[in-house]
């Protein structure tokens, strides 16, 4: 029997990134199965990257040097970091059965393609908020099965696209039980890992971003100092702190400011990272870079995309937690709740988008929202958690398990009895490979040797005489032969930039003529018939580097 042949566009399965793990795992799990044909489209790799030869499915690289004589073209539109510029080629080089794409809504790939009769098309998307971009709903109708990284999320898209969309279920990322579970005896840890073992830790561990609530974090927490004095629990006060794995210094909040205006500096500690030793240790903040402590170099900085800890090391950091606590305006998942949960730490998040969905998983809780607001630059609604119950809540907890010690050990195996319920690979593998297995490709799915089915393109010369409406229409039935989309938003939405005379594009206003659009038209109908050509050996598929590169590895 011939195995069904699977083309996954990731970031790349090496990278150490939260797509990156993704797609590891899935495509591992399906590769090891036996029952696949698996290839990769890895979009921030090159041929060079020494990371990629260890890895035992097809891989095309998407990437390309800068020194590349091609380097102008990758960087001439942006989808092209996404794989925009190579996908056409890698499936005809590859003709694959499904097509899969598990990143954000602007970087879905296979949509609108020449070749999209011939492969089966699933995506999970990140949705993090509501209400979803009508080009995006739009999108979702049109692919043939749809994930979620989450219940809420895939709730969000069957209900914002009046449940036309071809959903599934979700298929969660999910943690290693070997690595990420509770500590034996969390006081001796926490001096294992250099802290006070008597102390009470509340935790966050997120990057520094606008969506992330810091300034509302350190508000809270000045605010639970303030309660635990009033009510003359001062060694709660004195014995309680607050601990930040995140960056600094990074896109938004300015973290020592923060600090002071709170007068906590004595009261929070940070993650640092050793660039020389690449060892970690917590400190109390100590600016953007400072000495460490093992190897005594000024090379420590706080964590960030190009250095951080390994699973082991966060591990190891969840694992002196008393509580783990996630803000955040909004979020498509929120991972280091489940990876805190599984070590034991009882989580607190704000119930909103996908984290209302996951605390809930994990027998944590939901903290109150107080404000929502709707966000310009996204059109979407915001979040705001409620930071006095916050600090109520905090308070709560820790005099209750000091209190009674027997309710955190309940706490800690409820907890991670959640993650083992919902957020194990093994379960999230599973859903994918009985998809791919059972899935029934229809139409020309498959079907790569089908007879050509070339555009009839039918140039009409006097369309500038045409309104606007007959413009369109000519566009799509003469030229694309795609009549299904007058009536939908691509076809709507370029009759108003028409009518509007211009394409707005957040703050700028590009002019539009009517022959910059005819010309993009006639370009795509080329593009159509050449796949076509292509696909049925009319004429050849130029070799290049990256497909001798994918087709010599398996060799």
Not at 164 to 183: E, G, L, N, Y
Not at 528 to 549: A, H, K, T, V, W
């Amino acid at each position: 029997m011939t195995k069904r042949k699977i083309l996954f566009v990731s970031e790349c399965t090496a990278s150490n990134t939260g797509f990156g793990k993704y797609y590891k795992e899935i495509i591992n799990h399906l590769h090891n199965t036996g029952k696949f044909e698996i290839a990769e489209l890895a979009c921030y790799v090159n041929i060079d990257d020494p990371r990629l030869y260890s890895t035992p499915w097809k891989l095309y690289c998407n990437a390309v040097k800068p020194d590349d004589p091609r380097a102008k073209d990758y960087h001439s539109n942006p989808s092209n970091f996404f794989g925009e510029w190579r996908f056409e080629k890698v499936l005809l080089d590859y003709k694959s059965d499904f097509c899969v794409d598990c990143r954000d809504f602007w970087m879905l790939q296979g949509r609108d393609s020449p070749l999209r009769p011939y492969y089966h098309l699933s995506w999970m998307p990140t949705c993090d908020s509501s209400p979803i971009k009508e080009e995006w709903i739009q999108h979702l109708t049109e692919i043939d099965s749809i994930f979620a990284y989450n219940d809420w999320s895939l709730q969000t898209m069957i209900d914002e696209s009046g449940g036309k969309i071809k959903s599934i279920c979700s298929a969660p990322p999910a943690i290693d039980p070997t690595i990420f579970f509770p500590a034996s005896n969390k006081q001796e840890h926490k001096q294992k890992m250099g802290f006070d073992p008597n102390i009470n830790l509340i935790g966050m561990v997120a990057r520094n971003q606008v969506r992330k609530l810091y300034p509302d974090l350190f508000i809270a927490f000045n605010k639970f100092l303030n309660q635990c004095l009033k009510l003359e629990h001062n060694d709660l006060a004195q014995n309680t702190f607050l601990f930040c794995h995140t960056s600094y210094p990074d896109a938004v909040w300015d973290l020592p400011l923060l600090l002071k205006e709170q007068n906590i500096s004595h009261k929070v500690y940070f993650s640092y990272v050793c660039r020389s030793c690449h060892k970690w240790f917590s400190s109390l903040f100590c600016d953007a870079r400072t000495f460490c402590p093992h190897c005594h170099n000024l090379t420590a900085v706080m964590p960030n995309v190009e250095v951080g800890v390994d699973e082991r090391q966060l591990a190891d950091i969840y694992k002196c937690l008393d509580i783990y606590t996630q803000l955040s305006i909004a979020g498509g998942f929120e991972m280091p709740i489940v990876e805190a949960a599984a070590c034991g730490c009882y989580c607190m998040a704000s119930d909103n988008t996908a984290m209302s969905d996951v605390i809930r998983k994990v027998n944590g809780l939901p903290l109150k929202l107080a404000h929502t607001f709707r966000e310009l630059g996204t059109g979407a609604y915001r979040h705001y958690t409620d930071i006095e119950n916050l600090a109520h809540r905090w308070h709560i907890y820790l005099t209750a398990i000091k209190a009674f010690p027997e309710q955190k050990i309940k706490q800690e195996k409820e907890t991670v009895e959640g993650v083992l319920k919902h957020y194990t690979w093994q379960n999230t593998c599973k859903i994918w490979e009985n998809y791919f297995e059972n899935c029934e490709l229809t139409g020309l799915q498959g079907k790569w040797n089908s007879p050509p089915r070339m555009i009839n393109v039918r140039i009409n010369k006097d369309f500038e005489k045409m309104s606007n409406i007959q413009f369109v229409e000519y566009l799509y039935r003469d030229i694309l032969n795609k009549p299904e989309k007058l009536n939908k938003y691509d076809g709507l939405q370029l009759l108003s930039i028409l009518n509007y005379g211009a394409e707005i594009d957040g703050r700028k206003v590009i002019p539009v003529t009517r022959k910059m659009v005819h010309d993009k038209f006639i370009k795509l109908a080329v593009m159509y018939n050449q796949c076509e050509e292509i696909r049925c050996g009319i004429s050849q598929l130029p070799r290049e580097d990256f497909l001798d590169y994918a087709n010599i590895r398996m060799q």
